[in-house]
């Protein structure tokens, strides 16, 4: 029912507004007046009772949202009604409604008078309103606008364009431009080469040219053969069916021996056999068909082949060499090779393998015959010059030069011979008469090639013709800038190679062009001390130091040479020179003290070190003279020294490490702790600070505080390796291997390429594991000599020997200065080397004086161990290690 009165309501209002009667009216009552209203008596507002807009909502503005009731849309409406369209569906388009469209769209003016600027051929789809003032201007702004930013693109814009036309004329360059310089090069063509161009003709070939031409198709061998079987002696081809419906030659164009006399037929008996005549003299003249066929054969049917093959081929050098390797009696190979040379006498092989079988009388007799032969092959002449005396060597030499004037081997042998002979002054001489005859002849002088033959004379020890040749060619080809840098190459590329004279000759020449390169004289030096004789690297520091007075480290270098050799005296007297060059040097003061330490002179040691307290006072002085008094036991001078020195260098850490640990060995833990805690405070970016730390507390069985420090210092220290390392070793040395374990992958992952953490990876797997672990560590550290040693240990666990030696001795080539490995390496050798092998372990340990490694730093800077040399280091270290990785 309230749904019948709603839809009842519209009627009702509109029969109230058009003036009809109601219920009253209708049964003839008065009409019903309407009730008085407060704005009768005022003026209407102009905007009252106009119609809406098309597509107003009441509301909103303020946020509401129009909606449609079956109120507003019931039978109410009249049909006369103005239809509303706001809220109608879409209709359905007909096809004739999209014809009319289309043909409207067809139908639009395109004329020249319909177009407009802004508006375009049909208006504007903004052309509901008028194009007012405002609308040009701001479109005069857009258009300034868009003016502006064209320009500033415009430069980038072109020079983008023109790159890319570039470009593309680059790689797709028109024929003009692809021709253009052989259009130039038709300047300098003359007259006669113009007239001597051929005519354009027919390039096609004779078959394309003349379609008639037939084609040829040669007889097969089946068909010769079927009528070979049947007897007959000769046939006739059809020239125009041939065989198989193709043509074939005409019988006229076919060799005339081969056709049958009077009846112009072939005859193909005579073909057969002029086919096997042509292929045998094919055969008979290929050295590997006969060479084939008598490896092919036994003993002497080999031989009876291979001379037959000398008769078809009398100048073949590989038949008859063959002919004489068949031959098992020398006499019978002597005769073989002499046969040879009398067919074939320019053959260099022929003669060098004859003059090989010979006794060194004949073959001198023999050379100076094939010299005459081969007067251009130097492998002769030099043979000859051997195996003559002094003089006739000389002579046979300067023949050769006239013969060859451009081999430079026949040059450098006349330089051995003089040497050899004794006459040296005539060596150098030699050599720059070659390098000057070269190049009159117009041979290259190819820097690398004469090194080459100094490094063959080197070996055959003559000395004075390899370093000529070295001073001649050293410089050439070099520029003046590149010099030092080449020439240092060069002798490391002659060491490398053995040829330790070249690098003697190279080293000598650059201290000659530079003799005030501190660097130069620092290899030269080394290179004696490793390859030469304390003699000659004494002799090579002493003129080191008079060119570069200041360079301590030649003073040095030549006091410890002294020094080693057990000359204390002479020692002493360089030092004196060298505080004379350099007074007040930390070096040289240090190493005279040193010197006094090491023989026993306390006394003068304390006196040195005081006055270079006063004089050249350093953190490192103090530092020395602090372990002096502490070496020899004099605990309270040495922790006197070590406040004075704190009052001067307080932010030097190893002041405060020294004096931590003399607390420690007093067993004074609290006061122990107390320095390292205030180093920390003034260093706390020591690492070896914080592992003492760490240290002391877990010594007095203090694990959680020994981890908090640990703690603490990585993140002071964030991403070093040496205190993750030591936590993981703190935990599990504490039994707690999962949490080992757990800070290995945290440690690795904020340190994936240190090779310490890596090697420690490897071993805390599981045996079955290590193998995989140790493969991971070699690709993030290849060249890690920790990790290189790690794996070295896991082959040496797994009783691998050959490749556990190999690994130890890669380790130590990489990294000669950790001793840990050299300590490893010979703890292996004690268990599985020889005495040799041990020996040399020892004695290349010696020389490379390690001075890094966990286990090796332990001993070699205890208190009790100062005056212990290298090898008593090494062996000591090696004690310690027990094999339970």
Request: hydrophobic fraction near 35%; include cysteine; proline fraction near 5%.
């Amino acid at each position: 029912m309230a749904s019948t009165g709603a839809k009842q309501a519209p009627k009702i209002v509109s029969k109230i507004s058009a003036g009809g009667t109601g219920a009253a009216g209708a049964s003839g009552g008065p009409p019903i007046m309407p009730l008085a209203s407060p704005l009768m008596g005022k003026k209407k507002k102009p905007f009252l009772g106009m119609p809406a807009p098309l597509g107003y909502v009441p509301g909103l503005g303020r946020g509401a949202t129009g909606f449609t009731t079956r109120s507003d849309i019931g039978p109410a409406r009249d049909a006369n009604d103005p239809v509303d369209d706001r809220h109608a569906p879409p209709g359905k388009r007909t096809v004739g409604d999209q014809m009319k469209k289309n043909q409207d769209d067809d139908d639009e003016d395109l004329n020249d008078t319909n177009y407009d600027e802004f508006n375009g051929y049909a208006g504007s789809l903004f052309s509901s309103g008028p194009y007012e003032k405002d609308d040009e201007e701001a479109d005069a702004i857009y258009a300034a606008l868009d003016k502006r930013m064209d320009e500033r693109r415009k430069e980038r814009r072109e020079l983008r364009e023109k790159e890319e036309i570039e470009k593309y004329r680059m790689e797709r360059p028109k024929i003009q431009q692809q021709f253009s310089d052989l259009k130039r090069k038709l300047a300098e063509v003359s007259e006669e080469e113009w007239l001597s161009i051929p005519e354009v003709g027919d390039a096609r070939n004779k078959r394309q040219r003349n379609p008639r031409y037939e084609k040829l198709t040669p007889v097969p061998d089946s068909f010769f053969s079927k009528h070979l079987q049947s007897g007959e002696n000769h046939t006739s081809v059809d020239p125009l069916q041939g065989l198989g419906g193709l043509n074939t030659p005409y019988p006229g164009s076919m060799t005339p021996g081969l056709m049958t006399p009077g009846t112009g037929e072939l005859d193909m008996r005579k073909i057969g056999q002029a086919r096997n005549t042509l292929m045998d003299m094919r055969l008979s003249q290929s050295e590997d068909v006969w060479l084939e066929a008598a490896r092919l054969q036994p003993g002497d049917t080999a031989k009876a082949v291979v001379a037959q093959a000398v008769r078809h081929l009398p100048q073949s050098v590989r038949i008859y060499i063959r002919a004489a390797e068949l031959e098992t009696d020398v006499r019978a190979k002597k005769r073989v090779l002499r046969k040879a040379l009398e067919n074939v006498s320019k053959s260099v092989r022929l003669w060098k393998t004859a003059v090989e079988l010979e006794e060194p009388e004949d073959a001198r007799i023999m050379l100076s015959r094939a010299v005459e032969c081969c007067p251009t092959s130097v492998e002769l002449w030099l043979a000859l010059a051997r195996l003559e005396t002094y003089e006739n060597a000389r002579r046979v030499l300067n023949k050769a030069r006239e013969n060859i004037p451009t081999d430079r081997h026949i040059w450098i042998t006349a330089a051995k011979l003089e040497e050899a002979n004794g006459n040296t002054q005539m060596v150098e001489k030699i050599i720059d008469r070659a390098i000057t005859s070269l190049r009159a002849n117009g041979v290259e002088i190819n820097r690398e090639q004469w090194i080459q033959d100094a490094e063959e004379c080197d070996k055959a020890s003559s000395v004075a013709t390899c370093q000529a040749v070295i001073r001649a060619v050293i410089g050439i080809g070099i520029e003046e800038e590149d010099r030092k840098h080449t020439w240092m190459e060069d002798a490391e590329s002659c060491v490398a190679h053995g040829a330790l004279e070249c690098a003697r000759a190279i080293y000598a020449h650059a201290l000659q062009v530079f003799p005030s390169k501190k660097s130069v004289w620092l290899r030269a030096a080394y290179f004696e001390k490793n390859h030469g004789t304390r003699e000659s690297l004494e002799a090579l520091l002493q003129r080191a130091v008079a060119h570069c007075p200041k360079a301590e480290v030649l003073w040095l270098m030549g006091a410890k040479s002294k020094w080693l050799a057990e000359d204390v005296p002479a020692a002493r007297s360089i030092l004196a020179l060298a505080f004379q060059a350099n007074p007040n040097s930390e070096e040289i003061w240090l190493a005279a003290v040193k010197l006094e330490s090491e023989n026993n002179e306390y006394e003068r040691a304390r006196r040195l070190l005081a006055k270079a307290r006063s004089s050249a006072p350093t953190a490192r002085v103090f530092m020395k003279s602090v372990k002096l008094e502490w070496v020899l036991g004099n605990i309270e001078a040495a922790q006197e020294l070590c406040t004075e020195a704190l009052k001067h260098y307080e932010d030097f850490p190893k002041l405060w490490m020294m004096r931590g640990q003399i607390e420690e060995q007093c067993e004074n833990m609290d006061k122990a702790r107390e320095a390292y805690n205030q180093g920390l405070k003034k260093c706390p970016h020591s690492v070896p600070l914080w592992l003492l730390l760490s240290h002391l507390e877990e010594r007095v069985g203090q694990l959680t505080r020994a981890r908090a420090i640990l703690e603490k210092a990585r993140l002071k220290n964030p991403q070093t390796a040496e205190l993750w390392l030591e936590s993981v070793r703190l935990e599990y040395r504490a039994g707690l291997k999962n949490i080992a374990n757990t800070l290995m992958a945290k440690a690795l992952q904020e340190c994936p390429n240190s090779g310490n953490l890596w090697a420690e990876a490897v071993f805390l797997e599981a045996r079955p594991q290590r193998k995989t672990k140790s493969v991971d560590a070699l690709k993030k550290c290849e060249h890690d000599p920790h990790v290189l040693l790690a794996v070295a240990k896991l082959f040496w666990s797994e009783r691998k020997i050959t490749k556990s030696r190999e690994w130890f001795l890669r380790t130590v080539k990489i990294e000669p200065d950790l001793g840990d490995a050299w300590a490893f390496f010979y703890k292996f050798e004690l268990q599985h080397g020889t005495e040799e092998q041990q020996e040399e372990v020892r004695k290349r340990c010696e020389n490379a004086e390690p001075r890094h490694g966990e286990l090796w730093c332990a001993e070699s800077k205890h208190v009790l161990n100062w005056q212990k040399k290298t090898g008593e280091i090494l062996a000591q270290v090696a004690s310690k290690i027990k094999n339970t990785f």
